[in-house]
């Protein structure tokens, strides 16, 4: 599997760390909202087919990417920088 | 008298091996079942077995969308062991090895259980305390397991690299001896034909593409093979959770879906009669009746729906056992593949009536769902028919997330690539 980061260009996987589901929503941290914490920690959508999640590109630049991956064929769609788009802002 | 015996294996013999029934029917489906079982792999077939023969539930279907045991119970390593920590797996694993220590003779079916033992290797101090905890753990609950030093290991592998310079040092190892393999495919074999002879329909090339509703309450699925109604529909369909909850309606679940590779060598002369843990990484290896190497390591540690993985992991694993075996740097690999493993988020399994009406769930069993394969059909067979858990398999819900009664016996947290 090939990864094309916006900095380095395509690079084999084993230089990306994967950080899983990129559709999540942090809740703000003073936030005491029991289910949305749940629901960050502990739920996936885990989809058979075009699935949204963030990639760290840690054998390279070190960039935080929002990967589109398709879970049944394993191409991929597109990469961005996460910063900014991700939804679940800061570590994820 | 039993279908397969010394006596019917002589007299087919000399009538020419032309009496042999099929070990299960072809049927077609019928218009409405009491239960359908979602998944012909070994945990649905199970189910379906212990519904008829404990609980006398025999107007059943097993749905299976390819053939029977096409999944992962034709695709694991056949280990079979409860050497766990936590007394939620202990009492549930333990009740799945004593169905293990007796299931040739219950389905007359040689299942080939090889109680050859599993040892988990140490490679620092720390871990071999923490082999000692477990291994006390163990014992307290009735479980069997020992402490073994490096000269014990050695006599019991002697291919086993234990000097003091190999990359990462055996300094001991946790053995439990009642462990050992399994043959996977006679496993699924052996269930269906019991499940079949009971009474219940095993119905291949039969695809859930839906759930028929009445108001909040599942009454039956459709299928590629048209609608099919039931009281109870029951779901054990492994790495493709994720997938059928949707069709449920259920967009999310405490689940991934990965891929986990395994692999066989050539066949070689008896090298390793054990299964054998590495402690440095994730290994393990055994050696089936024929001398391949059966070996596995990692996930390839990315969500997958695509039963195969990808390179980097065959050359860790492929590192992994020359660390342990430098010996076998020349044998050839002959095969490899790949099967979907559901993820949960603490690394245990989900065995429950519900989340719907109508619906029980059987899933999450990460990639160690081939040993709980009879512990597992018989818990879900409990609670599909008596509407409650059975005591083994209470602690396994599916709230137990948002309760804060996690049971990470790897005590990894919510990162399921990792457990």
């Known amino acids: 599997m090939l990864i094309t980061c916006p900095y380095c260009g395509p690079r084999d996987v084993i230089e990306f760390t994967y950080q899983g589901d990129g559709n999540r929503e942090r809740p703000q941290p003073a936030s005491q909202d029991l289910d949305a914490w749940n629901a960050y920690v502990y739920d996936r959508l885990n989809p058979a087919g075009d699935h949204n999640e963030i990639w760290q590109h840690s054998g390279g630049c070190r960039a935080h990417l929002r990967v589109v991956r398709n879970t049944i064929t394993h191409e991929i769609l597109s990469t961005a920088f996460a910063r900014g788009g991700h939804k679940a802002e800061g570590r994820s | 008298m039993a279908e397969y015996s010394a006596f019917s294996l002589l007299k087919n013999a000399l009538a020419g091996n032309k009496d042999w029934k099929p070990a299960w029917r072809k049927p077609d489906p019928k218009a409405s079942y009491d239960v359908i079982v979602i998944g012909g792999g070994g945990h649905g077939l199970s189910t379906a077995y212990y519904l008829a023969k404990e609980h006398g539930i025999t107007n059943v279907a097993v749905l299976e969308k390819g053939w029977l045991g096409s999944g992962n119970v034709g695709r694991n390593t056949t280990a079979v062991r409860s050497n766990y920590l936590l007394p939620q797996n202990t009492r549930f694993y333990e009740h799945s090895m004593k169905l293990w220590e007796n299931l040739s003779h219950d389905l007359n079916y040689n299942v080939m259980f ?8 140490a490679h620092t101090p720390a871990q071999l305390d923490d082999y000692a905890r477990r291994g006390n753990a163990m014992r307290h609950l009735g479980v069997d397991a020992e402490l073994m030093n490096v000269e014990q290991i050695k006599r019991l592998v002697p291919a086993l690299d234990v000097s003091g310079s190999a990359r990462f040092p055996v300094l001991g190892g946790l053995m439990q001896p009642r462990a050992g393999t399994a043959r996977h495919d006679a496993v699924a074999w052996g269930y269906a034909r019991g499940a079949d002879r009971r009474g219940v329909d095993i119905i291949e090339n039969c695809e859930v593409i839906g759930f028929l509703r009445d108001g909040g309450r599942i009454t039956g699925v459709s299928t590629t093979r048209g609608e099919i109604r039931a009281k109870k529909v029951a779901l054990a369909v492994a790495g493709s959770t994720g997938h059928v909850m949707q069709l449920a309606g259920i967009s999310h679940m405490p689940i991934e879906s990965h891929v986990l590779q395994a692999f066989v060598s050539e066949s070689l002369k008896p090298i390793v009669d054990t299964v054998l843990t590495f402690g440095m990484g994730h290994f393990y290896i055994s050696q089936s009746d024929k001398g391949s190497l059966v070996y596995g390591g990692d996930l390839d540690g990315y969500n997958s729906y695509a039963q195969r993985g990808s390179l980097p992991i065959v050359d860790e694993v492929m ?9 076998l740097a020349r044998v050839r690999m002959l095969r490899s593949w790949g099967g979907l493993c559901d993820m949960t988020m603490d690394g245990s399994p989900i065995i429950i009536a519900g989340p719907l009406p109508g619906m029980y769930l059987n899933c999450g069993w990460c990639y160690g769902g081939f040993k709980a ?15 409650e858990p059975h005591e083994f398999n209470a602690p396994f819900t599916l709230d137990r997330f948002y309760r804060g009664l996690i049971i990470d016996d790897k005590g990894q947290g919510a990162n399921p690539r990792l457990h």
């Open chain 2, 114 to 121: 090889s109680q050859r033992g599993c040892l988990n290797l």
């Open chain 2, 373 to 387: 394969t009879p512990a597992s059909g018989w818990c879900f067979a409990y609670t599909i028919a008596k509407d």
């Open chain 2, 319 to 327: 590192s992994e056992m020359l660390a342990l075996f430098p010996g």
